[in-house]
């Protein structure tokens, strides 16, 4: 045993050591490749808007430098005298010339000239234009001989957008420029993406679309809508060309450049689309690793199967020890307190005073794990005792106890033969025997009580002292004391009792006790009156618990919040809320118990209780003694339950 024992504990270091190194390396390497990938993507990401940028900047750039070779030649034939009949046939063949060898959407060179407007186009402006009031004007004014990109606007007729290069000429008074419709932009825009992810759009500084990927939000402006206006905020404020922002509750990444540091050109992705492969790769990579894990591990198992057939023997005997430590699991929670409603949790202390004893008595891990699960199962023949006798709060009579005294003997049956260490057995029967022969239900003395019967006699004794009786509270700790050790030699093996008063001494804080206070507060949530007085009417017997009701989910949060509940019967259905929904609502901030009262007994409201994972639920119309045991086992059964615990 002890040979195997170091086997599969090397075995499981060494899978160990394999495991953390495998998942270092992984780690490392799957982090030096995401980090470097997720930067090299946003590099391309950023080279790509640079191209397109560079693109949309060489477009706009031609008509900035036909219009600088007008204004020169323009402004040369008016020092030259040249009457603005003259400057119009220039310009008409300058428009002319310019859309058949450039672009078609530059529409036209036009101006304020010697006073009077004059259009390359043909365009005939209508009574009362006045050109000097105009966008276009004012901005080449202001401007003082310099080229001027005036602001993107939407036509009224065309819906197409709109950018104006204007330049004051040599005279301080006349104005030409040059109208540019962005549909070669536009066609720019609608190809960046990145590697087909992602869309891209170009924004004034006022949050007008000037072009888009979506040809439909063309004119539209950002700012001014919700959704985007977070976007855009982000754009005019970031120094970064590139950032993560949540859009539409989507993480993203944002590039963004300035071209001629007018203009925001931006390309949106979404995270998930733009590192897909990326991520596929790196899921690959670690299935890949696990499956090189799993074929160590299964060859370190191959390696050490030859060890486990040559130990079949002792193998036999731990599938036995397991079936044990189950059958005691199974036992503990359908038998051990069930139906002793004032001592829940006895057992279980008495077999960790048990486990404490025999540990100071320097008891081997084999031993204690013995008398712990004998101090678990010591009081399970209480099954065969009738309830009303042992919740009978008042003296018993003589027939009665001596149904209390089968116990000892039931239990000993019960658990005879559930394993081939008959000291489990032992513990149940003989842990009512006294040292000096007084005790039940043989009478025997001394050490012929078996000792592990004599440590649960004394541990057993300590937490009948020490916990809350239905007819008086805990012991102080002194008296406790005080009742050990009168007890040795008569009622306790004399070295056990000492080793317990030892104990005592130890306990400066008295911890060793039941804890707390076992009233628990219950909360009904049902919109019906009726029916929470029907709960209340079910539950009023029941001893140790206080009562309170809400009518609506949002006034049981609030007592939730206010007192302190160990179990909420909620009805399905509420006037503000589905009982589900305020049940998640509870869970998220509070661990409390809940059974759901419903009438609804369709597929779909169980199958929804066993998702959620809801304690219990009952039927309507209720059952009295459904419901109260439900309340019981809720309320009890964690103070029963099994704690993990070190034997060694």
């Known amino acids: 045993m002890k040979l195997k024992s170091k086997v599969i504990r090397h075995f499981v270091a060494t899978i160990i050591i394999i495991f953390v190194l495998q998942a270092i390396m992984l780690v490392y390497v799957l982090g030096y490749f995401y980090k470097n990938s997720v930067s090299n993507i946003k590099d391309l990401g950023l080279s790509n808007m640079k191209s397109q940028t560079s693109m949309i900047e060489n477009y706009l750039n031609k008509g900035c430098n036909i219009l600088w070779f007008a204004a020169e030649s323009v402004d040369y034939m008016m020092s030259d005298g040249d009457s603005n009949e003259k400057i119009l046939d220039y310009l008409i ?73 204007s330049q004051m000429l040599s005279d301080g008074e006349s104005v030409i420029s040059l109208d540019i419709i962005l549909n070669e932009v536009q066609s720019i825009i609608e190809e960046m993406t990145m590697g087909d992810v992602g869309y891209g759009f170009i924004a004034n500084g006022e949050g007008l679309i000037v072009a888009h990927s979506n040809v439909s939000d063309v004119g539209k402006n950002y700012l001014e809508m919700d959704e985007w206006n977070d976007l855009m905020n982000r754009v005019y404020e970031e120094k970064s060309e590139e950032f993560e922002i949540s859009i539409d509750g989507e993480k993203c990444t944002v590039f963004t450049d300035r071209p001629g540091g007018t203009w925001y050109v931006v390309i949106v992705a979404n995270n998930e689309q733009l590192y897909h492969r990326l991520h596929v790769k790196i899921i690959a990579a670690i299935l890949a690793s696990i499956a090189i894990y799993a074929f160590i591990v299964l060859f370190c198992i191959i390696s050490i199967s030859q060890i486990a057939k040559a130990e079949a023997s002792e193998e036999g005997s731990m599938a036995r020890l397991r079936q044990m430590n189950l059958s005691i699991i199974r036992s503990l929670a359908s038998t051990i307190d069930a139906k002793d409603r004032y001592t829940s949790g006895h057992s279980q202390r008495v077999a960790d005073y048990s486990l404490r004893i025999a540990q100071r008595m320097g008891k081997s891990e084999e031993d204690c794990r013995i008398i712990y699960y004998s101090g678990l199962l010591h009081d399970v023949g209480k099954i065969r005792v009738p309830e009303e006798i042992i919740n009978k709060p008042g003296k018993l009579t003589e027939g009665e106890f001596d149904s ?43 050490t012929n009580i078996p000792e592990v019967a004599r440590i649960i006699a004394v541990a057993d004794a300590y937490d009948a002292m020490t916990s809350d009786r239905s007819y008086r509270k ?46 628990s507060n219950i909360l009904i949530v049902d919109d019906d009156p009726l029916m929470i007085q029907i709960v209340r009417h079910i539950l009023k017997d029941m001893e140790d618990i206080r009562i309170f009701d809400a009518q609506s989910g949002k006034s049981a949060l609030t007592l939730i919040n206010d007192i302190d509940i160990s179990l909420i019967l909620l009805d399905l259905k509420l006037p503000d809320t589905d009982g589900f929904e305020l049940y998640e609502k509870i869970r998220k901030d509070k661990d409390i118990s809940v059974i759901l009262m419903t009438g609804d007994k369709s597929a779909e409201t169980i199958r929804r209780i066993d ?38």
């Open 93 to 165: 063949g300058e428009t002319a010339q310019m859309q058949s060898q450039f672009d078609e959407n530059f529409t036209g060179i036009y101006g304020y000239l010697n006073g009077e407007y004059i259009d390359g186009s043909g365009w005939i402006p209508p009574e009362g234009y006045d050109p000097k009031s105009r966008n276009w004007y004012i901005d080449a004014i202001e401007g003082k001989g310099r080229m001027i990109l005036s602001e993107p606007y939407v036509d009224a007729q065309t819906g197409s957008v709109i950018i104006s290069y």
């Open 404 to 446: 209390i005294r089968i116990h000892a003997v039931s239990g000993y049956h019960i658990l005879h033969g559930i394993h081939d260490d008959e000291r489990i057995g032992y513990g149940a029967k003989y842990h009512h025997e006294r040292y000096d022969g007084a005790g039940y239900p043989n009478g025997i003395s001394g």
């Open 474 to 519: 805990a012991i102080p700790q002194d008296v406790v004391r005080k009742e050990i050790l009168q007890g040795k030699g008569s009622q306790f093996d004399p070295e056990i009792a000492d080793v317990m008063l030892g104990i005592i001494d130890e306990d400066k804080n008295y911890e060793l006790k039941q804890k707390g206070d076992r009233v």
């Open 611 to 648: 998702e959620l994972n809801i304690d219990d639920y009952v039927t309507k119309p209720l059952n009295e003694a459904i419901t109260r045991e439900a309340v019981h086992g809720i309320l009890h059964g964690s103070e029963a339950a099994i704690r993990p615990v070190d034997i060694g």
